[in-house]
């Protein structure tokens, strides 16, 4: 059974930081593309980051030089450090795990930056 868990989400001021991580379970997790989306309200779901096996790394505009996405394959998670946030940025976040045509999702995680 694959499971992604997201956690590192909460309530932060607008110039703040966080950090998401996404443990990943049931899959070669070495083998996978990893990605963080996220999705606000009444909006479509996003690519933010993502990261492939080889550790080559791209960004959505609205986040480069913000954001930093890394993996660390010995504990099969994925993070997502996140610094100068702005209101914008607020939406649910989502762990994504990518190999050829398949795709696994997590549950996601809140994140809100208050002006």
């Known amino acids: 059974q694959v499971q992604l868990v997201e956690s590192g989400g909460g309530l932060v001021q607008a110039g703040g930081s966080l950090r998401l991580s996404c443990a990943a379970s049931?899959?070669?997790?070495?083998?996978?593309?990893m990605g963080w989306y996220r999705q606000a309200p009444g909006e479509q779901r996003d690519v933010v980051a993502a990261?492939?096996?080889?550790?080559?790394?791209n960004y959505a505009d609205s986040v480069k030089g913000r954001f930093t996405i890394s993996r660390d394959n010995a504990k099969n998670t994925v993070y997502l450090q996140m610094n100068s946030l702005k209101p914008e940025d607020t939406a649910v976040y989502y762990c994504?795990?990518?190999?050829?045509?398949?795709?696994?999702w997590g549950q996601g995680t809140q994140v809100t930056v208050s002006s």
């Open positions: 049931g899959i070669i997790f070495s083998i996978h593309t």
């Open positions: 994504a795990a990518s190999r050829l045509t398949t795709n696994y």
């Open positions: 990261i492939t096996t080889r550790a080559i790394t």
